[in-house]
């Protein structure tokens, strides 16, 4: 009888010579985004995508219909508070549009933060039993959200033809936008997502954060409101570029923020490589933290 070990599958021989590829070893510099090893795991990545994606809508009633309900609801409170009651200047454009579309790139980044944030976390049990690149997770608490922006997006072209709004060639740059957005996410995810297993109570933060954050960005107001002398500093908030972008891009709206827009832009740039470079360092301590 012949004792030799009978010969792998294809497929299982070239799943065994992927592994064998990826440096398991420690991070080298301050800034090693390892992709090789990120692609590795993609299949990883999109499972935990659709993980995300189902848990969220669970046993809900509703289901998928949150990601159209949330903004609208909000829109119908902004509209009656601050375009009814506050009148606040819109640029000729009527206010319900105006602060949907908005609501659109905040919604995206309010989710994604407020997943990130806890992804570490609610995953404690895959942490300390398996080794992957930790920063998986958060990266996919934020992808998933992209499906509720794609379907709310859709109810805001519907919106545009209402209103007879005719989008422009900028609408070519919306990606840009998006990509800004869930950049920031991904920025301040990674920092919230790491502190979270040292405190604990980040997670009682991250919603007073998120609150905050909303009023500090032109949503339910334009930021033509600001002094144009404080303009370029108030584009450190990045989600102030973010949402003046899409209005510029889906609504065209005159350009007069450009200054605003490049400074969130180089924000988010500062934001993502110091949240990298943080989560990067704990990432070796994770397992025995959490």
């Not at 991070?27 to 995300?52: A, H, K, T, V």
């Not at 609208?72 to 602060?99: E, Q, R």
């Not at 919603?207 to 500093?233: G, Q």
């Amino acid at each position: 009888m012949d004792n030799e070990t009978p010969a792998l599958p294809a497929a299982a021989r070239a799943a065994e010579s992927a592994v064998k590829e990826v440096d398991f070893g420690p991070p080298n510099g301050w800034l090693s985004l390892r992709l090789r090893e990120l692609w590795g795991y993609r299949d990883l990545l999109y499972f935990l995508i659709w993980r995300d994606i189902k848990v969220r809508y669970k046993q809900t009633l509703l289901g998928a219909a949150w990601a159209i309900l949330q903004p609208l609801m909000t829109m119908v409170v902004f509209s009656l508070i601050f375009g009814k009651l506050a009148k606040m200047p819109t640029d000729g454009i009527p206010y319900p549009i105006f602060s949907f579309t908005a609501l659109l790139p905040w919604q995206l980044f309010s989710r994604a933060l407020s997943d990130a944030s806890s992804s570490l976390v609610t995953s404690q049990t895959m942490i300390t039993k398996v080794y992957f690149p930790r920063i998986l997770l958060p990266l996919a608490s934020i992808l998933s959200g992209v499906v509720d922006f794609a379907i709310a997006l859709v109810i805001l072209i519907g919106m545009m033809f209402y209103y007879r709004i005719q989008p422009t060639w900028a609408v070519l740059t919306l990606p840009l936008f998006i990509v800004m957005a869930l950049a920031t996410a991904m920025a301040v995810g990674l920092w919230l997502s790491a502190l979270n297993v040292l405190y604990r109570d980040v997670k009682y933060v991250t919603p007073f954060l998120i609150n905050f954050w909303l009023y500090a960005t032109p949503v339910a107001y334009s930021s033509s409101l600001i002094p144009e002398v404080w303009r370029s500093l108030y584009g450190l908030n990045p989600l102030a570029g973010v949402v003046e972008g899409f209005r510029w891009a889906l609504l065209g709206q005159t350009l007069n923020v450009g200054s605003l827009i490049f400074v969130s832009a180089a924000a988010v740039v500062v934001l993502l490589v110091a949240g990298l470079i943080y989560f990067q360092r704990m990432e070796l301590t994770l397992a025995d933290m959490v």
